[in-house]
């Protein structure tokens, strides 16, 4: 079962859009410096359709983005919830932060606006950082990707 560990309302994650960004658990990545080591425990509240809705319901008039933020021990999972918000919201926008370098084989990229890729490599930094090893793409309706990682440089 998927867990999520909490969820914010955030601005930067996805570019022009405000993000209701889920912070899901088990992550397998095991990056050396991880920035969030809790999020490694299999811990927090189920997260299903249930739940999606019930946060919909809450913060779907306010947001214009639902954000997976992990999730990669389980990764046909966040692709079928992403398919849920589409089929329930298909107004917003659906982005996926995944710690790994490859999308896993099987995913259909064009269940997702936005896929994040990379894991966390302190000395190379985040996306916003000009040393990243880490990649922003926007995802067309065709699964084609493209990588908009620039717009997230600092000016
Ligand atoms: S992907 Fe994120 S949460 Fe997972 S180990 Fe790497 S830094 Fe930590």
Redesign the pocket.
Known sequence: MVKYYNYDIVFAEFPDETTLALNITG?????P?????H??NDCGRPFDEQAIKELLDCYGATITCVGFM?G?AQPAEIERLAAFVRQTRPELHIGW????SELPDGIRAERFDYIKLG??VETLGPLTSPTTNQRLYRVGPDGSMEDITARFLRK
């Open positions: 992550c397998p990545n095991r990056c410096g991880c920035h969030s080591p999020l490694q992990g990669d932060y995944s710690g790994r894991p966390w």
